[in-house]
């Protein structure tokens, strides 16, 4: 129903910025809430943003100040900001969808999912 294809992931040094999208399409899109998550190798996928489709935001502890998440107005684009970037953001940056309307911390409250964009930042 949801199809969402990731962008914007590459080599960055500490310090640097990067910005990724998610493109979303489906037949209901619109309704959906987004989020991003990421996973380090051998970590356990760990959420980093959410975005709802009205517009109510939520950020992990560490990524507050430094990430910022938005959307376009026709709600199909959804980015992730990412500056003042540390190594220890060196991740599989992956896009998250569902009508999820509340616990969107939580993994298992999305139904879709991209195929992840990979983010290496170098010390």
């Known amino acids: 129903q949801v199809q969402l294809v990731e962008s914007g992931g590459g080599l960055v040094q500490a310090g640097g910025s990067l910005r990724l999208s998610c493109a979303a399409s489906?037949?209901?899109?619109?309704?959906?809430?987004m989020g991003w998550f990421r996973q380090a190798l051998g970590k356990e996928r760990e959420f980093v943003a959410a975005i709802t489709w009205t517009g109510d935001i939520y950020y992990a502890d560490s990524m507050k100040g430094r990430f910022t998440i938005y959307r376009d107005n026709a709600k199909t684009t959804v980015s992730l900001q990412m500056n003042s970037l540390k190594p220890e953001d060196t991740a599989v940056y992956y896009c998250a969808a569902g009508q999820i309307r509340s616990r969107y911390y939580y993994r298992t409250s999305y139904d879709y999912w991209g195929r992840g964009t990979q983010v290496t930042v170098s010390s």
């Open positions: 489906g037949r209901t899109v619109s309704s959906y809430d």
